[in-house]
């Protein structure tokens, strides 16, 4: 081989060589980017598929804060001294203070108590709200600890119980929470909390783990709101409930011009006119406006607040158009209870609502099995079937103005008769 031939063939395989030093230098950092991008991609996904689902805002699943500072009595700030202090230290119910700004620039403070919701809205409005400065404690006799939320996690979504009509309920059911019991206080009624400031207030909402009354206390350092059970408070409680509301709409006439909702809303605001003015009885209302309530918050709301009584007012249908008349749906798991029970307060329903809406009279009917509010509900319980849409002339009784106010008149007389009865069976 000559000395050409070699310097050419050495030429030949270094650029053989230096070909596939580039192709490399090209290829694999390529591969190395690719890999890493495949395995960050991995990660990803595998952190989305172990990540809980980001669940709705509600009053289930509230944005929380920690608006609660863990303290003891001893370190809060002047409230030693109160006369509020040594019914709050003597007590086992729960208190939320507001520490008073100096110089009295003090917000106006507004409760608003959601009791179907369980729930209860604390409003500092004025000049000053936006801006305040003050602490906000909360205490249980000599427990004074923060809010320590539990993390929720959802529960099945419940079955649709259908209400006593032969036309199926409009229900949208929308998931509940199942919240973790707080083991170290395990008697902190307070589930959540979410503290919202805007120009012109703040608003402190809290969650219950069920319905509590409110009552407001105030001295010079302080705005004390406590929460106490309802029977500490009333000796006499009724719940009203109109059913269905908002998107579930009950029974309706046959041109849809009337819907079941709004007859028993109307019914109930007439007889909310006379019961408010019952002194000696504290009436709740399971709703007051076209909204829409599970039937899970209408008899907890009876049951959270240990009510004497619960009565549900409704319309009926029927496929016969010729069907007419009143009737009392009752809880007859209860006729085993000595003394009041719920059959006796439908009779009591049936026959003074018939005296005052003047249509025939059909009865008293066992349905604690297919509905869910006469089922559960743990006190005399009466759903009231005023009349039959579906029927010409029972329609036209229940859209009148003057009717509806009859209707209400004797559901107020059976309200009345029923604690009557109780008084008796008591003594």
């Known amino acids: 081989m000559t000395g050409n031939e070699r310097l050419k063939k050495i030429a030949i395989l270094s650029g053989i060589v ?4 580039a192709l490399l230098s090209l290829t694999v950092p390529e591969n190395q980017f690719w890999k890493q991008e495949k395995d960050i991609k991995n990660e990803q996904d595998e952190q989305q598929l172990n990540q809980e689902p980001t669940l709705p805002i509600s009053p289930t699943n509230p944005e929380t804060i920690p608006v609660f500072p863990t303290d003891v009595w001893s370190k809060i700030p002047k409230v030693a001294g109160s006369i509020v202090y040594e019914e709050l230290r003597n007590s086992d119910y729960t208190a939320i203070l507001f520490e008073k ?16 919701d369980r729930c209860i809205k604390i409003t500092l409005e004025g000049s000053s709200a936006s801006s305040y ?13 923060q809010n320590q939320i539990p993390t929720p996690s959802p529960s ?21 929470l199942t919240v973790t019991p707080i083991p170290s206080i395990p008697s902190d009624p307070i589930i959540s909390a979410s503290l919202q400031t805007d120009e012109l207030s703040t608003v402190l909402t809290i969650w219950l783990d069920r319905t509590y009354v409110y009552e407001q206390r105030e001295d010079e350092f302080y705005y004390y709101v406590l929460l106490r059970r309802p029977k500490d408070i009333y000796s006499k409680i ?16 046959k041109d849809y011009s009337y819907w079941e909702k709004d007859i028993n809303l109307n019914v109930l605001l007439e007889l909310k006119k006379l019961l408010d003015a019952q002194e000696e009885i504290k009436v709740y209302y399971t709703r007051t406006e076209d909204r829409r309530l ?7 709301l009876a049951n959270d607040l240990e009510a004497d009584l619960f009565l549900s007012i409704h319309c009926n249908s029927n496929p016969s158009t010729s069907v007419h008349g009143t009737e009392v749906l009752f809880n007859e798991k209860q006729d085993s209870i ?52 579906t029927n010409r002339s ?15 008149l004797g559901i107020y007389h059976a309200v009345l008769k029923a604690y009557e009865q109780l008084k008796m069976e008591e003594s």
Do not use: W
């Open 238 to 253: 009724v719940v009203i409930d109109a059913g269905h509301g908002g998107r579930d709409s009950g029974t309706y006439s």
């Open 18 to 21: 230096l070909f596939i030093m």
């Open 156 to 176: 099945p979504i419940p079955t649709p119980t259908k209400e006593a009509s032969t036309i199926t309920p409009t229900l949208t059911i929308t998931p509940t």
């Open 394 to 408: 029972d329609l036209k009784v229940l859209v009148n103005p003057e009717r509806q106010s009859a209707a209400a």
């Open 101 to 116: 700004e100096p110089l009295g620039k003090n917000p106006n403070i507004i409760l608003e108590d959601l009791a179907v």
């Open 338 to 389: 000595q003394g009041f029970n719920s059959r006796k307060f439908a009779l009591i329903c049936a026959e003074e609502v018939c005296a005052q809406f003047g249509l025939t009279n059909r009865g008293i009917i066992p349905r604690s099995s297919n509905v869910h509010i006469i089922g559960a509900a743990k006190m005399p319980v009466a759903l009231i079937e005023m009349a039959y849409m």
């Open 133 to 145: 400065n003050g602490k906000i404690y909360r205490v249980r006799g000599l427990e004074l600890f």
């Open 294 to 300: 599970t039937l899970n918050q209408r008899v907890n």
